[in-house]
């Protein structure tokens, strides 16, 4: 078992059957499933669902003495401690991810959770901690959480009619994915909301979500400044726009190169927290891949060091599985600096294969 820098287990997935997307039997009591069903008729059991997520490790005093049992403050110091892993790592074969401190930062405070679903698709969600807030670890790990659970329930509420029970594939993928994508933004802007206390510094995090149906079209949901990228050989671009200043400002009649020299460049705009009035209005992309590729979902601490499609396109589709290049990617932010968090999270899709 690998461990983080303060000794920590870290949770590389949990998987939680042992169903392929070809099974159609349940693996808790074998009995015969349909296809697109996410629960077994005659056991209960969840079935065709496999997912992994970023979960806190032991309390740690900010000081780095370890603190024994369930103590919101050290002890010793006072200090309220702080309980976020240093490194994590999920590989579920077809989309992986790695989360690391970096080197400046005295804890991680990104999340992010990834996880698939038998007859509907992949889902993955990355947050960002705004390092600003108090404790901003807990609030991203709440929306990464929050947006993957509602995004791997896509259809249940209407009773599986989404899902084609020849084919077991979504009848309308796009509108599925849509629908779901918007009901994750919002659920995790709620569960956010709901970790802080009506205090100044109430934690707070950026988020972006992705639902990859069977068929491969994507559907992107984000706000803040945490990225996702689509990369391959006939041509890369980023899907997302940043909620900053620099973003919103951006015109074509300023130079870019300016925006971003100034000091306000990377003030988020938008992001998940505490909800006085309005809640922040994510923003929706709907993409469909003409070709094969690799979708990417990253935190700023890889896109500070490598902003460009062509850039991170060498590394992403370089031989290797998903959690191969996943690491590459982080590796590379850290021999640059890691000043800041770093998650990636890939997810390599074949349209022509995958319908």
């Known amino acids: 078992m690998k461990t983080d820098r303060l000794g920590n287990e870290l949770v590389n997935a949990v998987d939680d059957t042992e169903a392929t997307a070809t099974s159609l039997t349940c693996g808790e009591c074998a009995q015969p499933v349909v296809v697109g069903d996410r629960f077994c008729e005659a056991c209960g059991a969840e079935v065709g669902v496999r997912q992994g997520e970023t979960e806190p490790g032991l309390p740690v005093c900010p000081g780095g003495d370890r603190i024994a049992g369930e103590e919101e403050f050290c002890p010793h110091c006072g200090l309220r401690t702080r309980t976020a892993l240093d490194r994590v790592e999920i590989d579920l074969g077809p989309l992986a991810g790695v989360s690391d401190r970096g080197h400046a930062h005295a804890f991680n405070e990104d999340a992010m959770a990834l996880g698939s679903r038998q007859g509907l698709g992949r889902m993955a969600a990355v947050s960002d901690g705004v390092s600003s807030s108090r404790t901003s670890e807990c609030a991203a790990r ?32 796009g509108s599925v994915g849509r629908q779901s994508l918007r009901a994750a933004m919002q659920a995790a802007i709620e569960a956010v909301a709901a970790e802080g ?85 994510p923003g929706f992309v709907e993409f469909h891949p003409d070709g094969p590729g690799v979708l990417l979902l990253c935190t700023d601490g890889l896109w500070n060091y490598l902003p460009e499609p062509v850039e991170l396109a060498e590394l992403a589709l370089a031989p290797g599985t998903p959690a191969e290049r996943a690491a590459a990617l982080t590796r590379y932010a850290l021999d640059a600096g890691g000043r800041d968090n770093i998650t990636v999270v890939l997810l390599p899709i074949s349209p022509e294969a995958e319908s």
């Open 197 to 281: 206390s009506g205090e100044f510094d109430d934690p707070a995090c950026t988020l972006v979500a992705a639902f990859v149906g069977e068929c491969g079209e994507i559907d992107i949901g984000w706000v803040g400044d945490s990225r996702a990228y689509w990369l391959a050989e006939t041509g890369s671009r980023r899907l997302t726009r940043d909620h900053s200043w620099a973003a919103e400002l951006l015109d074509p009649d300023v130079d870019e190169a300016t925006l971003l020299a100034d000091r306000r460049a990377h003030v988020l705009t938008r992001w998940l927290g505490p909800i006085d009035e309005a809640p922040p209005e």
């Open 142 to 173: 709440a929306a990464a959480s929050t947006a993957l659970e509602v995004l791997l329930a896509a259809g249940d509420k209407a009773g599986g009619d989404s899902v084609g029970r020849e084919t077991g594939r979504p009848t309308d993928a």
